[in-house]
């Protein structure tokens, strides 16, 4: 059965439409690494220590240090293939090359291997791949998920590879928007997502993947919306030719 | 001792003014149901879980798959009788029967039987008695309760059956607005609420009802308002008539 | 090594600028004490119960009353003294005397007795001295810190000693505003913070202060900012004499 959703606001996409080149933007330089969770109460850092080296900020221009990002990315392994996912609104431009940085301040070129404007997912394959093993994907969402705590590190205006919680608020199956656009499911979280975040990970509290963080609603507090896991495996069959 | 407040910005009811005619709003499907708790992670699950068959979204028009969501009410178990609670100003038209549906997208013919504007307050009875067991309410909030975790769930720009977290972050005490509106104690709250919230409940931890969420602190970063429980007990003596 | 920020949006200070006399503005009296923790539900209420009295509102004019807040301040021990802690910016008027309630409304007069705009940090002295031991401060933060739980008490928009929470979201070192602001570190959080929070502890979750909450993001959802602990023990050193 189909479900119709009225629209009240607008979602907005959360990359940054204008590159601005106000100001350097450099990495914040930090080692990270996979951590023994000691306690209960390091265990959202342990979710972000572990994440963030599989993570990237995306930028239109190679002068990174003196353009705005334009969202966010994130590593998976398909099939021995290391993937940047992000959404395909991030890289929507003309462009072909984009360029990433890790937290390290490691710089890459990003070539658009594969994008899907409806479901705005886009993968991307790095000029050299860097020694990450990638995030791991949960697809196996379902409605009992309401209410637990999910996670996203991105690169909200510039600041790069911050770390924002909340709750999955509901799981809303077959909307369609007054613009026409149809999602099958759209996770809706309550986290607090800002222009530059497109594109990150929803993490659950295991550190996988469980969608890509694409919107907000306009004018609304804290109503988020991430494009589910399944969707990743769905494209990710797409592109590798399988039948899905 | 009174207590008087300068109210910087404005406080505004979270129902949906106006009826737009975009689109179709129907309620996702899902079945629910009592849960055991499996695990300290589920918790807060299990507080949807065992919520949502008891919440309902309020529409001003029989054709709700049309027409946007008025505000949220929940329902109660007063004296034998099944009563559904939510502000006034989420049924303060001048039509007297409202459209109610839940989760599983059963409809329900509402007509108000009590109305209390001062303090933000009505019951609603149903045309036809659903087969569930209403809400707890807990009415014995103290000033020990703030930092408690506090959830309401609501139709917030017709996301219907939405589930949002924060914490109690005041018990205000003999608030007088600017207008003249007057509280006795006032429950401020971290959670973001948005337009569709007003008449949900504010539940804690064990998922009884310690308040109705009513609106938010315009212009603000995530300070709303709930009437507190202890209200809807005065209300429900009143309505049998009782002395209180 | 040096990091620049490009700054997209404004970074907001959460004093109200202008003193509106409209209405009266009264703290809630309630009696606080030191709790001893009960159980893991109480831990947050603990935290608030714990600092709110050496918490402390501040306003220009005697007319407590009568006028509006110009934020938050705390009481520190410092080598035997009671300094209270703010941001510059709140206490930045010609006045040298300021007026300062805390949760049992007992009133204060305050007078600046160091400050420095740079680093958005003053000490203030109270006229008589209150019997409260002062908040103990964690100056040791480091990037484990991402995720972890942090917390503030402060008086947004009039109303006093609200609580807000959320998580360290990121640590930004050397962050270069255009404006020419320089910050060495700058202690990024989810917390949603409003005018009247500035000069607000930032604690963690031993009640413990790592920071003053000092700024928002304009325009972003939940992006707010505290100077670090470290730096009101650098300031500490100036105000005797140390070197540093």
Redesign the interface.
Known sequence: ?K???????MLVALS?GTV?Y?????????TTKH?TQQSN?????????QAVPSIFAIYLDSRT?KS?VSGTGFAIKAQNELLIVTNEHVVSSKNQIFYLINKNGEKYKGRVIYSNKDDDIAFLKLSQKPNIPGLEIDANIN???????V?TIGN??????????G???????NV???DGDFDELLI?T?I????GNSGGPLLN?DGEVIGIVSS??ED????SFAVPAKTIEKNIKKFNGETF
């Open positions: 059965m479900h119709f959703y009225t629209k009240m606001g940054l601005i106000s100001g350097n933007t450099l990495p914040t330089t930090a951590l109460r390091t265990s959202t850092n342990d979710i972000y220590e240090n705005s409605k009992f998920s309401i209410g637990t705590s996670y909200p205006y510039d600041f790069l590879f911050s770390m924002s919680n709750i999955i608020s509901n799981l809303n199956e369609v928007f007054e809706q309550t607090n997502v800002n222009p509290e907000m609603l609304s507090n804290g109503m």
